[in-house]
């Protein structure tokens, strides 16, 4: 799997969009981007994937750069229930199921 | 459906005792993992299954651990004899072929 590098920290004032960066410049053909995020004391939540296109589900949007060296999750308005610890994964598709492995992720405060 | 299921959600035990993790992963997921999260190490695979077989066990840390699979309703992970160092939060994740994972909410290990 891609290594993945994130920002240790964010903050996001209420209501406004949330936008994460990650960087996964060896990422190869047939990984996917993955999005989870951990809500304190709980276990890891699925946010949303991708390959190349853009992608968006009620949660949010992921952007990826054209090169897939980096993508961008962007939480539209977030809330302060948004506050958790956001991971950004590479991961094998197609008939290699690679396993989902967890950096140290970005941790986002959403300040009221 | 309720989700993945665990339990205990918290064990507190002495040293050299025997653990056991259960897990009920939700019905008709075909792929079931074990994960363990610490604040030194952050969230590691352990092993996991797919139709109750088990495929990559190369997060296991040592002999203490195994972990079963009998069906596809139920897998257990073992630690004979605890020690203080397995001290973590155990999550248990399934998924539907390699679709997202659903995590559930965790076991709280505390070895003394």
């Known amino acids: 799997d891609a290594k993945t590098t994130q920002p240790p920290s964010m903050d996001c004032a209420e209501g406004r969009a949330a936008n994460l960066p990650c960087n996964h410049s060896?990422?190869?053909?047939?990984?996917?981007v993955y999005w989870y995020r951990q809500i304190h004391s709980q276990g890891p939540q699925y946010i949303i994937h991708g390959l190349k296109n853009n992608e968006t589900n009620e949660m949010a949007s992921l952007i990826i750069t054209e090169d897939r060296k980096s993508s961008t999750l962007i939480l539209p308005h977030a809330t302060l229930r948004d506050t958790a610890v956001y991971y950004c994964i590479g991961r094998a598709g197609g008939t290699s199921y690679g396993k989902l492995t967890f950096g140290q992720g970005t941790i986002l405060t959403v300040h009221p | 459906d309720a989700g993945v299921i665990q339990s205990p959600r918290h064990e507190v035990t002495e040293m050299g005792q025997e653990v056991t993790l259960r897990c009920k992963p939700i019905?008709?997921?075909?792929?079931l993992f074990w994960y363990r999260q610490t604040m030194m190490r952050g969230l590691e695979l352990l092993i996991y299954?797919?139709?109750?077989?088990?495929?990559?066990d190369s997060g296991m840390p040592e002999d203490r651990f195994s972990a079963k699979m009998p069906n596809a309703s139920f897998s257990t992970l073992k630690i004979q004899p605890s020690e203080p160092r397995d001290s973590a939060v155990y999550f248990c994740a399934s998924s539907f072929l390699r679709n997202e994972q659903f995590f559930g909410p965790g076991t709280r290990l505390t070895v003394l």
């Open positions: 019905s008709g997921h075909d792929y």
């Open positions: 060896t990422i190869s053909g047939n990984e996917y």
């Open positions: 299954f797919n139709n109750n077989v088990p495929i990559d």
